[in-house]
């Protein structure tokens, strides 16, 4: 499964960014799509999720993400509004298919800063 992610960069507190993922490669059905993040000496963190039938959201990004899904094209998108410095980390997107694998992309920076 290859995953492309896009649409990090630098961005000043009380921004926006939106980041794109599209997923291609893999015969079976996707149930899962979602970001985490890690930020500079800290662990990877959930961000969103998306399966099938609901969302969710790290409480950290609650009322300030939203995370949507393209089903025909296997695309992801997170809109990140109101943007703060602690929102800075490499973002990563990720897939699991329904043969139970889960993918990982390379990860794009966002910056939050002034």
């Known amino acids: 499964v290859q995953l492309q992610a896009s649409g990090g960069g630098l961005v000043q507190p009380g921004g926006s960014l939106t980041l794109s993922c599209a997923a291609s490669?893999?015969?079976?059905?996707?149930?899962?799509m979602g970001w985490y993040r890690q930020a500079p000496e800290k662990q990877r963190e959930l961000v969103a999720i998306?399966?099938?039938?609901?969302?969710m959201y790290s409480d950290s990004v609650k009322g300030r993400f939203t995370i949507a899904r393209d089903n025909a094209k296997n695309t992801l998108s997170l809109q990140m509004d109101s943007l703060k410095h602690g929102d800075t980390a490499v973002y990563y997107c990720?897939?699991?298919?329904?043969?139970?694998?889960?993918?990982w992309g390379k990860g794009t920076q966002v910056t939050v800063s002034s």
């Open positions: 990720t897939v699991r298919t329904s043969d139970g694998e889960e993918y």
């Open positions: 490669g893999t015969p079976f059905k996707i149930n899962r």
């Open positions: 998306y399966t099938s039938d609901s969302t």
